[in-house]
């Protein structure tokens, strides 16, 4: 059976780094890394007009049942079909990703820890803790880049969903983590840490 690890984290604390980082040094041959983000609900049937409108960092906007079964489904070394979000479109692509299981599961996500059932799947749990100004700085920079979002609505969404729903949801999450990781820690150091633990687990 894989060894599951829980990567959680405010929007740009750095938990996406971390765990890609963490599977570099475990091996990429041996790892599968699950993105909670592609398991947003289908919004397909509603008026795009409203799909706006829907708050994305509660965790009612996410799948958090069929991402569930898929940690299972890796769990036991079956490969899974992970969905493919439009985020521009706010609905699920009609192509899927073809994930292959390895022994090693990275499961990351701003909400998996505020799921019981996700939490307690995970036999690694780290949070990645990060001041609100730099997780700011930088969704600011990547929804503009990446999303080609306005300045203006990146603040108006931060200030609306993103940070209550932080303090609500994510924040007092970190109580089912084995290890924060706070900012300004020597990620290489944590890292081979990390790796250590795990890969001795796994043995």
Do not use: W
């Amino acid at each position: 059976m894989a060894v599951i690890i829980g990567i959680s984290g405010g929007s740009g604390s750095g938990k996406s780094r971390l765990a890609h980082e963490l599977a570099d040094a475990l091996g990429r041959d041996r790892v599968t890394v699950l993105p909670f983000d592609a398991y947003y609900k289908d919004l397909r049937d509603m008026p795009e007009a409203e799909r706006a409108k829907v708050n994305f960092d509660h965790p009612d906007s996410l799948d958090a049942d069929l991402f569930g079964s898929h940690l299972d489904a890796l769990r036991d070394g079956l490969d899974v079909c992970v969905p493919v979000y439009d985020f521009a479109r706010h609905q699920r692509a009609d192509d899927l990703t073809i994930l292959p299981a390895h022994d090693i599961v990275i499961a990351e996500g701003i909400l998996l820890f505020a799921f019981d059932a996700i939490a307690e799947r995970c036999d690694f749990r780290v949070f990645r803790r990060c001041p609100e100004d730099v997780r700011f700085e930088r969704r600011l920079a990547r929804d503009v880049d990446e999303r080609g979002r306005t300045p203006e609505s990146v603040r108006e969404q931060f200030d609306r969903s993103v940070a209550p729903m932080h303090d609500q949801f994510v924040e007092p999450s970190l109580v089912h983590a084995q290890r924060i990781v706070e900012h300004g820690e020597d990620l290489d150091a944590v890292v081979a840490d990390l790796a250590a633990q795990i890969a001795g687990a796994t043995v």
